[in-house]
């Protein structure tokens, strides 16, 4: 952390950063990544937009309405005074925000940042208790919630008394209030390295963690993922499903087209026929959604002109070559896959246009390294299975949690995921740490069996986990959803058996299948593989 003196009043956060000596090694080596000590995202992404010239330029795209950036910058203005005024917040406190992906939430974040308080967004499908425990973990006081949701996070203030001033917005509080305050606002002398979000990790086991991400954090990713990896320009307009209260979909649909001075399409309700017809009327140039979603996608593409569309990117979860390829077959597209994570904000490898390897993740980004590193934290050589190590301008601070040592390891921020690196440089995913199966000595990842019947055409959806066993210790254990043409028998278990055995090794193949109408997900439509080996 440099030396600048901190704009917050309210020092809860700041004072929770982690000590020094457990944080990463930080690398700013890119010259666009050398930013001035004062500065505030914010600001950046739409005050700046307005005055550079690109005020009446659609800046959201929406089911009813546009927002130009100079309607974008009134909003945020209006919020903002609304949040010192109405309010009472001050530098460094905490707003949670709440609601599908809409204007006024965006309007929302902004003016969080512009006030040089904290951000604290959470996905829409989250219920009163797991409200209250990012309420109690952060203190949360403040907030700014959707009105058709408000309901749940009123259960969580009752159930933790913390939460005391919640607003809300579609039932006319927040625009009410909004039209009694002034059109400018007078925006926080905020550092480089001031506190500006809060993001919570998906909490799929134990209590979810608190990455807390600076200023320079927010604009590192739009320098890196918007600028180098997916080049934005101002005439794209993304689209996507992943929330904003996920990194993934902040980028996605707030600081990489608002930072770029291009356009977002904002969908409250993502579904598979939504995103693709949202892709049709606004014009899409980019997608945004879950390897997962991808391939329920498949079915759809033929319905819609996506034609538009020049780069679709995957991430949340790894990308198996079979959805890889048949997305490619089914748009002319290759997927862009990424592998990013909530403590380091976003993306950190991949690799774009004819440098995609399907079957592999890519080459770390501009401004990051990556190695693999044994059990001591000693590097592999290529071709080696083990843990993936990143360092770059971004980095895991954890809020007041003891799970910071655990996650970085010599300046090095260990993911928890399994990786190899090829001769060439180039990534390729093995299996999260918690999903390598030990079967009779053999040790088996449970997404390269994934991949395998993902290749079948019988197989819509999997998830393989390794199972108590008391001859072999754990055997692999397959949950299965099938594709519509298809029904549950023990003939095509053993063909999917079959199948496995003649496409990788056969000592890898599922010695159960179980056959589901769906999968476990969490919020951000991730599998949760530990809700599956729990249930057996």
């Known amino acids: 952390m440099s030396g600048t003196y901190t704009s917050h009043v309210d020092g809860f956060a ?5 000590p020094p000596q457990l944080w990463p090694e930080f690398r700013f080596d890119l010259p666009e990544l050398q930013y001035p000590e ?9 005050d700046d937009a307005v005055a550079e010239g690109h005020g009446e330029r659609v800046a959201l795209y929406f089911e009813q309405e546009n927002w130009t950036y100079a309607q974008l910058l009134d909003r945020a203005n209006r919020i903002a005074n609304v949040l010192v005024n109405e309010m009472g917040i001050v530098p460094g406190n905490r707003v949670l925000l709440r609601g599908p ?3 006024l939430l965006v309007a929302s974040w902004l003016a969080v940042m512009k006030a040089g308080a904290i951000a604290v967004t959470t996905m829409p499908l989250l219920r009163a208790h797991e409200l209250c425990v990012i309420a109690e973990r952060a203190q949360i006081d403040h907030a700014i919630c959707d009105a058709r949701l408000v309901d749940e996070l009123e259960q969580a203030a009752t159930l933790g008394g913390k939460l005391k001033h919640i607003l809300r917005y579609g039932d006319s509080e927040l625009e009410t209030l909004m039209s009694q305050q002034p059109a400018t606002f007078a925006n926080a002398d905020t550092a480089r390295d001031d506190i500006c979000l809060l993001a919570f990790t998906s909490g799929t086991t134990g209590i979810p963690k608190a990455t807390m991400h600076f200023h320079r954090d927010v604009l590192a990713m739009r320098e890196v993922v918007a600028g180098h990896l997916l080049a934005t320009a101002q005439d794209d307009i993304y689209v996507g499903s992943p929330p904003l209260g996920f990194t993934f979909g902040l980028g996605a649909l707030l600081v990489f087209p608002l930072g770029k001075r291009a356009a977002a399409v904002l969908v409250e309700q993502p579904t598979g026929g939504n995103l693709l017809a949202a892709v049709q009327r606004f014009h899409a140039t980019a997608l945004f959604t879950s390897p997962t979603a991808y391939r329920g996608l498949l079915p759809l593409t033929n319905q819609f002109d996506l034609t538009s569309l020049k780069r679709c990117i995957s991430a949340g979860e790894p990308l198996p070559k079979a959805t890889s390829d048949a997305w490619f077959n ?15 904000i976003h993306i950190f490898i991949s690799a774009h246009d004819a440098e995609i390897r399907p079957g592999t993740t890519g080459k770390p980004l501009p401004g990051y390294q990556a190695c693999v590193l044994d059990a001591d934290g000693l590097p592999l050589p290529p071709g080696k299975i083990g843990r993936l190590a990143v360092k770059g301008p971004t980095g895991c601070r954890y809020l007041d949690d003891p799970r910071q040592a655990n996650y970085v390891h010599q300046g090095w921020n260990i993911t928890g995921d399994l990786y190899s690196c090829d001769e060439d440089g180039y990534f390729r995913f093995e299996a999260r740490a918690d999903d390598m199966i030990i079967s009779a000595g053999y040790n088996i990842a449970g997404p390269e069996v ?11 959806e999997c998830a393989v986990v390794g199972v108590p066993d008391n001859d072999r210790g754990q055997i692999v254990k397959a949950f299965v959803v ?14 999917l058996q079959q199948f496995v055995k003649q496409t990788i090794a056969p000592y890898k193949y599922p010695r159960a299948i179980e056959f589901r109408a769906s999968l ?17």
Not at 520 to 536: I, Y
Request: hydrophobic share 35%; proline share 7%; glycine share 6%.
């Open 14 to 18: 700041r004072e929770r950063l982690p």
């Open 482 to 495: 099938l594709s519509e043409r298809y029904s549950s028998s023990p003939t095509l278990v053993q063909t």
């Open 520 to 536: 476990p997900k969490t919020a951000t439509g991730k599998l949760q593989r530990h809700a599956l080996r729990a249930r057996s």
């Open 38 to 46: 004062r500065i505030n995202c914010g600001v950046v992404l739409i």
């Open 450 to 460: 994934e991949a395998a019947l993902l290749e079948h055409p019988a197989v819509r």
């Open 330 to 344: 089914a748009t002319g597209i290759r997927l862009i896959d990424g592998i990013g994570a909530t403590e380091l």
């Open 101 to 103: 992906n809409n204007p």
